[in-house]
């Protein structure tokens, strides 16, 4: 069959496969959210179940053949103005994924076929200082499809034909709120966090209902004066000192317990004007989603000079420590610093570096790091290890249940740190800045830590500190992305590099996906401005 | 300028001044008192050419001087004359935290023991592109390599500290200084 003929076919597929296809299942469920790892040929949500293990029991592509994997399609966004970021959701033979500036584009998952497209309205003057002009997902639930935009609107779309529902307008966009996360979608409710951490925005997270959109509760990261927590502050930051809760947080249903991070305080460099422990910024907060009220938080980096956001996906896991089988949460920390948390109660139990770090002799054992002399911000300069962008960004770590590792992208990369004057007038907000070392003076890494230790079993080196995200396979693989657009498999187990693929461009930032359709199983992720669907022949 | 750098935050603008220092756009950091015309004629007879081009004629080894003297002040292309391979220039490039050495050498031996020197010319983490002595390309398969090491300090080009004189060598610098591009 000719190229122009399988386009055909493909298309009058799409038309009547999908439209079967979306009356079954376009109606995703609680239950199928609940049980994701249930319809291992879907990727359900971000994080690809709720506890964020970006772990698939897809085992066609495996070991033995992957060196075979070969590009399938690719999708070119319309508009590549920015990298592309987002992380795929996948339903009955459906990919629903966002591309600069915010449009929302539904593909085909067999062709890359575009179904239908919805672009926000954006203000002629937007404001997204120190955001990302980009986005990094959706939720997807009951044929709707929901995203938040750049101009701080949550929007919900119908799911077959890209048609508005509502559209709600939750925050002040000409004030330094945007949304770039990917909402979660929980029983009944939407959840939201917010960007803008870095010019003084009151950052909050919010639950929507799903069906009207109306807000049901909100819980601010910055305690306003009186509540506990303002304490930690000095006086003249309370409300305005960051706290972003711009990543996507993760659910343990038996527990009934939201877990969300939270940013970096501002001005970021400079901490004169903020003195204390600055809740709740650098933070995980357990939440109950019935109340929006807060069962227990973590702070990983008090008072935080160092622009060390603890945005990075609280990944929940299961394991036996000193004979008791334990709820788990892990992180990697922008710190570099590698935490494991009882996610029942918020007790400390692991923080060991992943990374080369010279700012803390180590962490105590109530999880407070024990800050070295000599490692804040200066005029002058300070080197500091890690640099801003951290041991490990945004982009998600990934759990495999085989080898109970956590596979992580590591930054192995120093910066002098610069206090300059603070500035709290928006859009004028800042206190400083870094001044990386030397691109060959640095590396990345893709690295396997014991998850209940964090101890490192392997690790693959990268030319470059990469910000990209992990996603390990029931398949005895790992894949991952560079920051010079390669795409790769290592083996699970060993970390031996098995496959490799490169596209070019920029950063392979978005995060990797795997499903199946028509009994072919694909890889799915996004390098420059260009996402690629990867199978086997 | 795009409206969007009205909005610059301090950490990215402190992080532009930083990239603009690893310029070191110099000019008048210090004068010259060579002969620019001296060294014109020392520069085209001490084989200079052979590796790096101004205004379209030379080799391509090196560094282009078309405009030298709008990017490096007096002590840096002394520098480079007694010290090549001691202050490489760095360039921005996303994948390298933001800065990269230029010109910087590497030696790979490859399974069978062939051993390639050269400069950098590209990257990544699965390939390098080395350029040999001769200007040839060497595209190599990191993985399959016996070993791949960076040579900080070391250079195709040769040092003129002790092949010019104290006044040669002002006149080479004068003229390098005075290569400014099309006035």
Partial sequence: MTRALAVIACSIGVLLSSTAVRAQSQDVTYQQLLHADGTPQDWLMYGGDYKSQRFSRLTQINRKNVHMLRPAWMYQPNQPVQPVESSAVIVG????????????????????????????????????????????????????????????????????????KWNNHIAENGEGYSITGAPRVLDGKLITGISGGDVGIHAFIDAYDLKTGKRLWRLNTIPAPGEPGSETWGNDMIGTGGAGTWGTGSYDAELNTLYWTTGNPAPDYNGSNRQGDNLYTDCVLAIDPDTGKMKWYFQFTPHDTHDWDAIQVPLLFDATIDGKPRKLLAQANRNGFYYVLDRVTGQFLVGVPFVK?????????????????????????????????????LNSPSYSPQTNFFYVAAREMGAYTVAGRPKVNFPDFGGGGRIDLSGDEAFGAIRALEATTGTMKWEYRMLAPAEVSTLATAGGLVFAGSDEGNFFALDAETGKLLWEFTVGGTAAETNLVTYEVDGKQYLFGGAGTCYVAFDLP | ????????????????????????????????????????????????????????QGGSLGPELTRIGMMRGAPYLKNALEHPGTDLPKVAD???????????????????????????????????????????????WKPDLQSLEKEPG???????????SDAQMDDVVAYLASLKGAQ
Avoid at chain 1, 96 to 113: H, I, K, S
Avoid at chain 1, 362 to 389: C, F, M, W
Avoid at chain 2, 103 to 127: N, P, Q, W
């Fill in chain 1, 93 to 164: 033979g459906v990919m629903y994924v966002t591309e600069p500036l915010g449009t929302v584009v539904a593909l085909d998952t067999r062709y890359g076929t575009k179904i239908w497209s919805w672009t926000p309205r954006l203000p002629e003057k937007l404001y997204t200082i120190g955001v990302h002009r980009s986005n990094r997902g959706v939720a997807v639930f009951d044929n709707t499809v929901y995203v938040g935009t750049l101009d701080a609107h949550l929007v919900a779309l119908d799911a077959t034909t890209g048609a508005v």
């Fill in chain 1, 357 to 393: 770090e010279t700012w803390a002799k180590g962490i105590d054992a109530k999880g407070r790091p024990i800050v070295l002399p000599n490692t804040e911000p200066t005029p002058q300069g300070s080197l500091v290890y890690p640099d801003g962008h951290g041991g490990t960004n």
């Fill in chain 2, 1 to 56: 300028m795009p409206d969007s750098y009205l909005t610059i935050s301090d950490k990215d603008a402190a992080n532009v001044v930083a990239y603009i220092r690893t310029l070191k756009v110099s000019t008048g950091a210090a004068t010259t008192t060579g002969d620019p015309a001296k060294g014109e004629a020392l520069y085209n007879s001490s084989g200079c050419s052979t590796c790096h081009m101004v205004a379209g």
């Fill in chain 2, 94 to 140: 996303v994948p390298f935290g933001g800065r990269w050495t230029q010109y910087l050498m590497f030696r790979a031996v490859e399974k069978d023991g062939r051993v390639v020197e050269g400069i950098r010319v590209g990257e990544d983490s699965f390939t390098i592109v080395l350029k040999d002595a001769s200007g040839k390309f060497h595209g190599l």
């Fill in chain 2, 154 to 164: 070391k250079s195709f080009m040769p040092s003129y500290k002790d092949t010019l």
